[in-house]
C-alpha cells in the first residue's frame, strides 16, 4: 500500500482525535508493524499495517471499524483534490470523475509507483445518472472504496445513493451501484 | 504531565527521523536506479548511432554499386542500340532500293515482307530502347511549338493504307475553328497515337477506327487536351484492363494470340504519358470494342512565330522538288556507304563518300559541298570533332550544313550534336523519306 495513505491516515487521526490518540494508536501496535509506526508518502508500506492501525483505534474510539474506514476514504479524497488537482481538471460531474480512475489516474500513478498493488475498478455508466462499479482487489477495503466514493460526491457536491453486493467468487469485491439523486 | 508530551513529542520526533531517513534511503535508491537507466539508454543510443552510421555507409556502397551497374547498363543500351541500328539500316536501306528496281510480283512480295518485317523490327527494338532510358531517367523531352491537329493529320495519313488494306475505316474528329498550338512534345505525342491507332487497326477485324482529338479545359496558359482511339474491335475483358499497360501484358486468348506485337507498346506509352505529366486509360465492352485514351497538359503556343520552323519544315518535306546538290557522305561502314550512295544518286544528287572524320575535314576543305551527311560515330576522328573542325575552317567551307546521321535516338545526343556545329538529324536506318526530310530543312 502506499506511504501517501498512511500519512495521509496519521494526520487524519491527528487532526480528527489528536496527538495523543494518534501516539498512543502507534505505540499500541508498533511492535507489530514492520515500519515500525514511521511512514514517508514516497515509501510502500504492507497494507496489514493499515489493518492493525485501524483496529487500534476502533478499539480506543469505541468506535466502529468501517465507520472509521469510510470517514478516512472521505478525507483522503479530499487530500486528492488538494495533491493532485491535474486529475480535476476538465471534469465537473462525480460520475464521470469515478470513470477516470481505472483508465487515467491508475495510468498515472504506475508511472511513479510501478510496484503500486493497485486494485481493479470495472465501470459501466448504464445511464448519465447511473454506474455500476466494480471493485476487484485482493485486500479487503472496499469500505475504504466506499468513502472515497462519498468523498468524491462531496467534492462535486451531488446526493449519492450507494448500493453494495459482494462479488461472487471474490472475497475483497464488491460491486457498487451508484444513482445519482 | 509536561513530561508525558515530552516523552510523546520525542516519540514522534523519532517516528519522525525515521520516516526522513526512509525517505532519503527511498531516494538514493530511486536516483541510483535512474542513473543505471540513463547510463543504459545512453549506451543504447551510442549503439544505435554506430548502427545508423555502419548501415549508411553500407547503403552508399550499395547505393554506388548500383548506380555503377546503372551506368554499365546504359553504355550497353547505347552501345547495342548502335550494333542493331547499323545493320537494319543496311536491310532496310537495300531492301527500298530493291524495291525499286525491276523485279517480278513474286519477289517484289517476298521482298516487301522482308521489307515489312524489318520496319515492324525496328519499332520492337525502338520501343525497347525507349523504354529503357525511360527506366534509366535518360528519355529528355523536347519543348517546342507545334500544331497537334497537324500532327493528328499525320498520324491518320500514315496509317491510312494499312487501315483500308485490312477494310477498316479510318475516321478522324479533330477540333476545326480553335487554335491548336502548343509547346511540348510533338514527337512523344505522335509516338502514343501511332502506338494507339497501330493497335486499334491490329486488333480490329472489321469496323473502324475513330481517332478523336478535343480540348477539355483551357486554363492559364495551359490546356488539357483529350486524344482518344475508339475501335470496333473484340474489346477487353474488365480483369485484363488494369494489367494491360504493365510490360509484356497481353490478351492471350483466341485468335489475338497470333497478332504479332512485343507488348512493350502500351507499357512505352504509359511511361511518355507520365512522363508528360498527363493520364492514359481504356474503356471496353467485350465485344463492342475499346476507347484508349489519354489526356496531356500543353501549354498553349503564345504566338505563332513558335510554331513557323516547325511546320513549315514539315510541310516542305512533302511537296518540294530538290535541286541537284553535291553531297558529302562520311561513313565508316562499307554496306552503309552503298545505302547512302544509291538513295542519294536515285534522288538525282552528286555523291562523294569519306571513310572517316579526318578525309571528310580533308574533303570538306577541298571541296565546296552543298551539304554534308556526317556519321557520328567513326573510326580515327568521330563526326563531332570533324563538324568542330569544318566550322573552324577559313571561307565558305565553314558554314556547309552537316547534318548527323546517327543511330542514337536519345535527346542527349542530338544536344551534343547541336553543340559541335551540326544542323539538322537523320536518325539510322536511313530511309528515303528521311533523307528527303533532312535535306530539306537545309
Redesign the interface.
Known sequence: MLGVVFTEFTDMVEQAFG??T??EM??GVESRLE?????????TYHHNEMVLLVSQLAKQTGRDIDELVELFGQHLFGRFVVRYPVFFEGIDHALDFLETVEGHIHFEVRKLYPAAELPTFVCDRKAPQLLVMEYHSTRPFATLCRGLIKGCAQHFGAQLEIDESPLADEASGMCFTIRII | MADLDAERLARQLNRERRAREDAEQLLEEKARELYTANARLENLLVDLERRVLDRTAELRLALNDAQRASRVKSDFLAMVSHEIRTPMNVVLGMSELLLDSSLDSQQRAMLASIHDSSKALLVVINDLLDLSSIEAGKLGLEYIGFDLRETGSRVLEGLRHRAEREGLDLVSILPEDEDFSFVGDPGRLRQVLVNLVSNAIKYTEKGSVTVKIERLSRDDGISRVRCSVSDTGPGIPLENQATLFEQYARLEQGHQEQIEGSGLGLALCRQLIDLLDGSIGVESVPGEGSTFWFIVPLRDAENTSELDDVVHVTRDADDVEHPSLRILVAEDNPANQVVARMMLEKMGHQVDMADDGNAAVAAARSVAYDVILMDVRMPVMDGLEATRAIRGLEGVASTVPIIALTANAMASDREKCLSAGMTGFAIKPLSRAALERALAEI
Open positions: 496527538a495523543e494518534l501516539d502507534i505505540g515500519s515500525g509506526g514511521a511512514y514517508t508518502a514516497v515509501g
